[in-house]
C-alpha cells in the first residue's frame, strides 16, 4: 500500500525523465533571464547553520526524518 | 537518545546535501557563528554552532562545523519517571567539496560526543548540473556508527548502524520559480530504543495503579520521506515559498508536513515569516497504557511515537552590514529568528494531573525557540 503511493508520488518524474530522453532540452530560461532567481531572497537555503539546527529540533521531537535536504539550485538558488 | 540522533542527520545535511550550492560552482566562502536556545517543556537546551567554508584554489572548498548542546532536562518524561539532569553534547564535522566540470562531489565526517553515547557518520554526495544548469541532480550516501552506554551501568554497551540513500533534484521552473525534490531513504539496525525509557502498564498491586518497565523498539527500522518545495519571486522583489513532505516508515508511523513562509525585503533589512504544520500517526507498538507487563513484542511511550499534530510559527530578522565589503570581509548579515513550537499530543497523557489512570488529559508541549546568529561572506 505504501510503496504503491510512493510509486505514484514518483511516476510524473519517471515520465518527465523519460520524455527528456527523446531528444536535446534547450534550456528554456537563459542564463540572462536568471536575475530574479540569483537574488538572495530567492536562497532555498540561505542560513544552512540555522537550517540544520532547526531540523535537529523537529527531528528529536518528530517521528519523520529526511526529505529535507536541497540538492543544489541552478543559479545561486540552494 | 533520540534528541541526539537527530542532530547527527541534520549536521548530514548540512554538510552532504546542502554542499554545493550550483553544481559547476563551489558554494561561496563564508563563515557563521550561531547561539541557539530552546526552552519549553521543563527542557532548555542552548549552545553555539559555528561553521566556516573557505575555498582552497579553483576546484576545491573546505568546510567545519562545530556545535554544541548544553542540556538542562526536567521533561515530562524525566519528572514522571527519572530524576532531572544536564548533559553536554559536542558534535563535530569536516568536509571537502571537489568540482570537476558540472559535477561537485562532497564527502564529510561527523562525530558526536557525549558522557554515554558517541554517533560517527561518514557521507558522500555527487551532484550534476544539467540542460544548461536548469537541472541539478544529487546522489547521496552516508554510514552513521552509534554506540550507547548507560550512565549507570558501565557494563552497557549497544551499537546501532544507520544508512542514508538520497536522491535530489532541483528544477528552475520559469524565470521566477524555481522547485527542489528530494526522496530519501533511511534504514537502521541495531540497539534503536534509549536505555533509559520505560513504558507504564496496568498494575493493580501498586497504589497509583501503574508500573513501569523498559521499552523495547524493533532492532530495524526502514523509513522513505519525499519533500517538496517552490520558491517563487513576486513582482514587487518579495518571495513566497511552499513546502510539503510525506513520510512512512516500518514501525508503522505516517506524517504530513507542510510549510508556507514569506520573505520581504526592506532596505538592509530582510524579514521572514513562516508557518509549518505537521501531522503523525502512531507508531505500532506505542502505547500510552499497556494493559499488563510485556504485553506486546515490542512496546514504546516515547511521545515521539504518540499521534500529534505539531505547529510552528517563525519570525525572523536580517540586517545586512558592511555592504560596500571591508578588508576581506565581502558583507555580512546578523539574524535574529524566532519559532513558536506548540504539540498537541494525542494520546500522550500528562501525569502529573493526579487525574484516574487512563484518564488523564492529552500532554501538550509549547515551547520557544530562539536563534541569533552573524554571517561574514569572504
Known amino acids: 500500500m505504501k510503496a504503491t503511493l510512493i510509486f505514484r508520488l514518483l511516476l510524473p518524474i519517471l515520465l518527465l525523465a523519460g520524455l527528456s530522453a527523446c531528444g536535446p532540452i534547450e534550456p528554456w530560461v537563459k542564463p540572462y533571464e536568471r536575475d530574479r532567481l540569483a537574488d538572495p531572497i530567492m536562497s532555498l537555503d540561505l542560513d544552512p547553520v540555522s537550517t540544520a539546527y532547526m531540523q535537529h529540533v523537529f527531528e528529536a521531537r518528530e517521528g519523520a526524518r529526511g526529505g529535507e535536504g536541497s540538492a543544489g539550485g541552478g543559479c545561486g538558488c540552494n | 537518545m533520540k534528541y541526539r540522533r537527530a542532530g547527527i542527520v541534520a549536521s548530514i545535511l548540512l554538510l552532504a546535501t546542502y554542499g554545493p550550492v550550483i553544481a559547476d560552482v563551489l558554494p561561496d566562502d563564508r563563515a557563521d557563528i550561531l547561539y541557539h536556545l530552546y526552552d ?60 570537476r566540470g558540472n559535477t561537485t562531489m562532497s564527502i564529510s565526517v561527523t562525530n558526536s560526543e557525549e558522557s554515554d553515547f ?43 548502524d544507520r544508512q542514508f540513500y538520497s536522491v535530489g533534484l532541483t528544477q528552475i521552473m520559469t524565470r521566477n520559480l524555481i522547485m527542489g525534490m528530494n526522496v530519501e531513504t533511511i534504514t537502521d539496525e541495531g540497539f534503536l530504543n534509549n536505555p533509559y525509557r520505560t513504558v507504564r502498564y496496568v498494575d493493580s498491586s501498586n497504589p497509583i495503579g501503574y508500573s513501569y518497565e523498559a521499552e523495547l523498539y524493533p532492532n530495524t527500522r526502514t523509513s522513505t520521506a519525499i519533500g517538496i518545495k517552490a520558491r517563487y519571486y513576486l513582482p514587487y522583489r518579495a518571495a513566497i515559498q511552499g513546502e510539503y513532505r510525506f513520510f512512512t516508515d516500518t514501525w508503522g508511523i505516517l506524517s504530513h508536513t507542510g510549510a508556507i513562509s514569506y520573505t520581504h525585503p526592506w532596505g538592509a533589512w530582510t524579514f521572514t515569516g513562516k508557518y509549518r504544520h505537521y501531522t503523525q500517526g502512531q507508531a505500532d507498538f506505542y502505547s500510552d497504557l499497556f494493559p499488563r507487563s510485556e504485553a506486546t513484542n515490542f512496546r514504546g511511550r516515547d511521545k515521539e511515537l504518540s499521534k500529534f499534530v505539531s505547529q510552528n510559527f517563525r519570525l525572523q530578522a536580517s540586517y545586512a552590514f558592511l555592504q560596500d565589503g571591508w578588508g576581506f570581509v565581502d558583507k555580512g548579515t546578523v539574524n535574529l529568528i524566532y519559532d513558536q513550537l506548540l504539540i498537541d499530543y494525542d494520546n500522550f497523557r500528562d501525569l502529573t494531573t493526579g487525574a484516574l489512570v487512563g484518564e488523564e488529559p492529552a500532554y501538550r508541549l509549547d515551547a520557544g525557540v530562539y536563534q541569533l546568529f552573524i554571517s561574514f561572506w569572504f
Open chain 2, 40 to 99: 519549553g517543556g521543563g527542557v532548555t537546551i542552548d549552545g553555539p554552532s559555528i561553521l566556516v567554508r573557505k575555498k582552497v584554489g579553483k576546484s576545491i572548498s573546505f568546510v567545519a562545523n562545530y556545535y554544541v548542546d548544553m542540556i538542562s532536562s526536567a521533561s515530562i518524561d524525566v519528572v514522571t519517571t527519572a530524576s532531572p539532569y544536564t548533559e553536554e553534547r559536542q558534535q563535530k564535522s569536516i568536509g571537502m567539496d571537489y568540482l
Open chain 2, 118 to 160: 558517541t554517533s560517527d557518520s561518514y557521507s558522500f554526495s555527487v551532484s550534476q548540473g544539467m540542460f544548461g544548469d536548469l537541472t541539478t541532480l544529487t546522489l547521496a550516501y552516508s554510514l552513521g556508527k552509534d554506540e550507547v552506554r548507560r550512565s549507570d551501568d558501565d557494563t552497557f554497551v549497544r551499537e546501532a
